[in-house]
C-alpha cells in the first residue's frame, strides 16, 4: 500500500493479490484485524466490504491476539511474577555449587529437564522459554528450595500460580 490505506483500499488491494496469485477464496477460513476503522468500519471498512461481496465464504472475524493479550498483560502486573521467577531461578543458577545440587536432583528425579534457563532483562525474547522451564520444573524448585530452608510461600500461592500460567502462556507465543 503505497497511498491512502482505507477501507476500499485495503480491500482492492487484498482482492488484486487473491486474484494474482489464484487464491481459492472459498478455503477463507476467518479474518484477523486490528482495531482500526479501516479493517473494522461499519461501512467501509475492510471487514464490512468482505460481508458485502458474494464471492466471499461465511467466515470468523477476530480482534487482533496479540492486542488482546496485550490489554490482559497491562491488568496483570508482570514485574512481581518476573522478579519472583527471576531471583529463585538467579539463587540457584548464579551459585556453582547449588546450581549442580540442583541438576544433581534433577537427574535423581529422573525430571524432563537437565537444569533451568538463565533470564537476563536484555534477552526478553526468551521470556516465555525461561518462564515455560520455570513452570516445569516448579515441583522440583520447591522442592531444593525447601531442602535449602528457603522460604517459598508464594510459589505455592494459587493466585500467583494462576497469574505465573497465564504469563507463560502470553509470553510462549
Not at 471498512?45 to 487482533?64: E, V
Not at 534457563?117 to 536484555?122: E, M, S
Not at 493466585?159 to 502462556?169: E, G, I, V, Y
Request: charged share 20%.
Amino acid at each position: 500500500m503505497k497511498s491512502t490505506t482505507r477501507g476500499v483500499d485495503i480491500y482492492q488491494a487484498f482482492i488484486n493479490f487473491v486474484n494474482k496469485s489464484n487464491l481459492p477464496l472459498y478455503k477463507l477460513v476467518c479474518i484477523t484485524t486490528d482495531g482500526a476503522p479501516a479493517m473494522i468500519g461499519k461501512n467501509n471498512g475492510f471487514i464490512a466490504l468482505c460481508k458485502n461481496d458474494n464471492n466471499f465464504p461465511n467466515r470468523i472475524t477476530f480482534h487482533c491476539v496479540i492486542h488482546q493479550q496485550a490489554l490482559c498483560g497491562k491488568i496483570l502486573n508482570t514485574s512481581i511474577i518476573m522478579d519472583i521467577a527471576f531471583k529463585i531461578a538467579n539463587s540457584i543458577r548464579s551459585r556453582s555449587l547449588q546450581r549442580r545440587l540442583f541438576k544433581l536432583q534433577l537427574e535423581e528425579n529422573d525430571s524432563q529437564y537437565c537444569d533451568l534457563l538463565l533470564h537476563t532483562d536484555v534477552r526478553w525474547l526468551s521470556r516465555g522459554k525461561f518462564l515455560e522451564r520455570f513452570q516445569c520444573l516448579l515441583p522440583e524448585i520447591i522442592e531444593f528450595l525447601k531442602s535449602r530452608g528457603d522460604n517459598y510461600d508464594c510459589l505455592t500461592n494459587n493466585t500467583w500460580l494462576q497469574n505465573l500460567a497465564f504469563l507463560t502462556d502470553i509470553t510462549a507465543h
